[in-house]
């Protein structure tokens, strides 16, 4: 009786993402209880901080669309934030350290691309030997400590304003748009999530299957990469650390929006709400005045709820 009724409101729940409610009670519970919480200066907080997250879920969205994972995104902004401070400090026009930080993330996602659909390993392997070893490149060429640069305008991009919305928001909301440009209005989501779907279909329908898997991997490393450059921006300096834990919060912000685990089911624009719903969570839980432990079981718990809601909807 039950599975029929999990049968009956399918349809709802894949309209209807967890996101939605979640955001409204999250919303409901820190208004009354964590003081400060609407205020201007809160919301813009909340903007900033979300911006990277959000942009990170939507590169992961895109990977997990067609069945795969990228567990590297954490190390990749780790990484990122040393090597455009490494830039930067040997007075690398700032332009530049910023397209060699992009290109560096495209390569990582090149790199687990070709791993994954060329030696046909499994992505969570591949990915988590690549999160290891990017790790590793971000402490070894910073030699395990924090570094910085000469002051210059690189330092004002998580830091500016337009119109009082912070500059990194409005970078998010670009490259959302993007996203949203390419599933919408290209063939690109169209196989992305038909992959993630029925691979072997797409691929007797001519789809490019390991064009398409490396592609979405790239667009992974890419984001990363941008939040690496948005946090770098924002600390002010490169820390061979930064990124640690940014996957978990990633996957995190997929699962609440929606995104299938199975693969072929979701939209990306979801996993980026998401991504500030995570940054409410943790936020609205530090003004109450919790540790990063609790913060991190709160996340925890909105994982397991997005993985609830993304196994409802995949009852047949």
Known sequence: MELDVFKKHKAILYYIPSAVPIFIILI?????????????????SILLQGSSLSIVALGMSTVMLTNGIDL???????????VVTIALSNNVNVIVSILIGILVG????????ILITKLRLPQFIVTLGTMGIVGSLAL????????????????????????SIPVPFGIAIILLSLIIWLFNFQSFGV???????????????????????????????????VAGI???????????????????????????????????RGHPGYAFFSGFIIIILVNGL?????????????????????????MLENVD
Request: charged share 10%; net charge neutral; with cysteine.
């Open 140 to 163: 070894v060429f910073s030699g395990g400590l924090t570094l910085y640069w000469e002051k210059n305008w690189f330092n004002t991009i998580a830091k500016d304003e337009f119109l």
């Open 286 to 310: 530090s003004l109450l005045g919790l540790s990063t432990a609790w913060q991190y079981t709160g996340i925890g718990l909105l994982l397991i709820i997005g993985m609830t809601f993304n």
């Open 28 to 44: 409901s519970i820190f208004s009354i209880t964590a003081k400060g919480f609407f205020s201007l200066y809160n919301f813009k």
């Open 230 to 264: 948005i946090t770098t921006s924002r600390i002010a300096s490169g820390n061979p650390t930064i990124g640690l834990g940014c996957e978990f919060e990633a996957i995190a912000a997929a699962a609440v929006g929606g995104i299938s685990f199975f693969g072929g």
């Open 106 to 113: 495209c390569v990582i996602g090149f790199f687990n691309g």
């Open 72 to 82: 590297s995104v954490g190390s990749t902004i780790s990484l990122l934030s040393i």
């Open 191 to 225: 196989y992305i999530s038909g992959i993630g779907n029925n691979e072997e279909a797409m691929r007797l329908a001519g789809v490019r299957i390991n064009f398409y898997k490396v592609y979405s991997y790239i667009v992974c490393g890419a984001f990363a990469a």
